[in-house]
């Protein structure tokens, strides 16, 4: 079991920037992918951006460019700078650890309020 608890949402202004942190309770070096989801009012969560253990990344396209996830081992800690915001980035964002051994689970935060004004 893990605890994953978000954190840096708020009200922002289009164009502007948020950086949203995820601490865990346990040490994040056993999953083997750490991620950000979000959803958005009347829509399906969807994949905002993923690290893995090696520190390789990948993003969703509609975000690519402007946002930056990145891990520390160290600090039990995934973070997402969100930068260039848009209204369409109104979400609630979660964070979200994802086992591989001995079973595949994946863990979920209660997610953060992200609202982007135009």
């Known amino acids: 079991q893990v605890q994953l608890v978000e954190s840096g949402g708020g009200l922002v202004q289009a164009g502007g920037s948020l950086g949203l942190s995820c601490a865990a309770s346990?040490?994040?070096?056993?999953?083997?992918?750490m991620a950000w989801y979000r959803q958005a009012p009347g829509k399906q969560r969807e994949l905002v951006a993923i690290?893995?253990?090696?520190?390789?990344?990948n993003y969703a396209d509609s975000v690519k460019g402007r946002f930056t996830i990145s891990r520390d081992n160290a600090e039990n800690t995934v973070f997402l700078q969100m930068n260039s915001l848009k209204p369409e980035d109104t979400a609630v964002y979660y964070c979200?650890?994802?086992?591989?051994?001995?079973?595949?689970?994946?863990?979920w935060g209660q997610g953060t309020q992200v609202t982007v004004s135009s």
């Open positions: 979200s650890a994802t086992q591989h051994a001995p079973f595949v689970r994946t863990f």
């Open positions: 346990r040490n994040i070096a056993s999953f083997t992918t």
């Open positions: 690290v893995s253990t090696g520190g390789g990344t």
